[in-house]
């Protein structure tokens, strides 16, 4: 039996070739060679009528699909798909086995490449970033699953110049009692974006906006989630995890799970600032607002990379060892930074403060007590002093904090400094602050 169709269905053109040898109501044993092209000016509309539930937009020109089916569906069918929309394009092959009474079996090897990831994303309803510009894509993948059940084995490609490989596996429907459906696997990338990752869960663009003259950080309200019914967990590897643009970690490493009220990296460990970092995050969302938790653990740093440096020299040295917990709620980024808490210590080895006076900290102190106006022009005198040569110890008209000279039986007054010994005969040093003060930028 061959059936052939050609014209026109809603602007697009159509043409249909199919073959059947055998009998129609034991069509799973019989041998079928189909041949399918639609083609027509509106890519979005050309995919609704395949059945897919997306909103047509201007940017997304016409649009071309080509599939051929051939074989015994169920001995396994081999499976060609290509299909264009706008720009874009998309590949496929690989088999499809029908069995009687058995759930559909599948595998197939795909390739997709887009100029720009962002009208795609808005014809399924998704806003992407767009302050950060186009987003070119390129992706490779092998797929397989029997019914519901999914996995890619091997998943590589890149999107926006940041490669990346791994695999996953999961579940086309939802665990009873849940709403999102899961999935599992490996993530290894060139280079995250911490704050990208972030607005997975907070809404696009959230740190591309303005603040409002009282903060420097964005005080828009937190957007829709990027993700919809999905929940991922990954084991994750970034060659760069940046934090901002001049701060990265190194070679991290750790646990990624990532749903749309939910972005949490346990087990982060990596280099940063010459030594080595631990640490975890969670940001959770409920409605409006967002949670943010966590702590770190630096130990061995190099202060020289951590500390601001006028004229190209860094104002302290030393090693530094840092534990801090934090936690913050908010309806915009703004909102958590200004009510962060927590605590935490750091100690510093061989450390050296140059040009800080230290009758800075009993000035300051008073000032807070006395309920002064605190400026940060004013405050950065009293801090500041000309920096001549390299002082061996600290006086009253010193010119800066020599912590690993200090001696054990004068500790300064005011900044707080405390020296004690190790078994290993290094000088570690603690600096606890005497007053906290919110300080204006």
């Known amino acids: 039996m061959t059936l052939s169709l050609k014209g026109t269905a809603g602007g697009a053109e159509a043409n249909l070739r199919a073959g059947l040898k055998g009998r129609v109501d034991d069509w799973h044993a ?33 649009g071309n699909l080509q599939l051929t ?41 795909v390739s997709a ?3 720009d990831l962002a009208p795609l994303a808005l014809m399924a309803g998704r806003v992407l970033p767009m302050m950060t510009g186009m987003i070119p894509a390129d992706l490779s993948l092998e797929i397989e699953g029997v019914g519901s059940a999914i996995a890619l084995p091997s998943v590589s490609g890149s999107i926006s110049g940041t490669s990346f490989e791994g695999r996953l596996e999961g579940d086309m429907e939802p665990a009873p009692g849940e709403r999102n459906r899961r999935f599992a ?19 696009p663009d959230q740190w591309f906006s303005a603040g409002d003259g009282s903060s420097i950080w964005p005080v828009a309200s937190f957007g829709a989630p990027l993700l919809d ?26 646990n990624l799970r990532i749903s749309p009220t939910l972005l949490r990296l346990d087990g982060l460990k990596g280099a940063f600032a010459g030594g080595s970092l631990e640490g975890s995050l969670s940001l959770t969302r409920t409605d409006a607002e967002a949670a943010l938790s966590g702590r770190v653990k630096l130990e061995d740093a190099n202060l020289r990379q951590l500390v601001w440096r ?28 200004s009510g962060l808490s927590g605590g935490g210590t750091f100690s510093l080895e061989n450390g050296d403060f140059r040009g800080l006076s230290p ?24 801090f500041r002093q000309p920096h001549v ?43 606890r602050p005497l007053t906290l003060m919110p300080i204006s930028r």
Request: hydrophobic share 35%; net charge negative; no cysteine.
């Open 389 to 431: 040569g390299r002082q061996p110890a600290v006086r009253r008209s010193g010119r800066h904090i020599d912590a690993g000279r200090r001696s054990p039986e004068r500790p300064q007054r005011g900044g707080g400094f405390r020296k004690r010994r190790k078994s290993s005969g290094r000088r570690n040093w603690i600096l």
């Open 69 to 109: 089916a051939k074989g015994v569906p169920a001995d396994g069918m081999a499976i060609d798909l290509a299909a264009t929309v706008g720009a874009s394009e998309l590949g496929a092959n690989g088999t499809l086995t029908l069995k009687e009474g058995s759930d559909p079996e599948y595998r197939a090897t």
């Open 113 to 115: 490449n887009t100029p």
């Open 30 to 62: 019989a041998g079928i060679d189909i041949e399918l092209g639609l083609q027509g000016p509106d890519g979005g509309k050309l995919l609704q009528q395949l059945g897919f539930d997306v909103i047509p937009i201007e940017a997304v020109a016409g």
């Open 185 to 203: 696997g490996e993530l290894s990338v060139s280079e995250a974006d911490l704050r990208n990752l972030t607005e997975l869960v907070l809404g």
């Open 359 to 382: 009758q800075a900290f009993p000035l300051v102190t008073r000032a807070v007590d006395a309920g002064l106006d605190l400026r940060d022009e004013k405050d950065s005198r009293g």
């Open 229 to 254: 019914g999905i929940d991922l967990a990954f084991d994750f590897h970034a060659g760069r995890l940046l934090i901002d643009e001049t701060t990265e970690i190194a070679n991290a490493d750790g």
């Open 310 to 337: 006028p004229d190209n020299r860094a104002v302290a040295s030393g090693t530094m060892d840092l534990f801090l917990e934090y936690e913050g709620v908010g309806r915009s980024i703004s909102a958590i930074v």
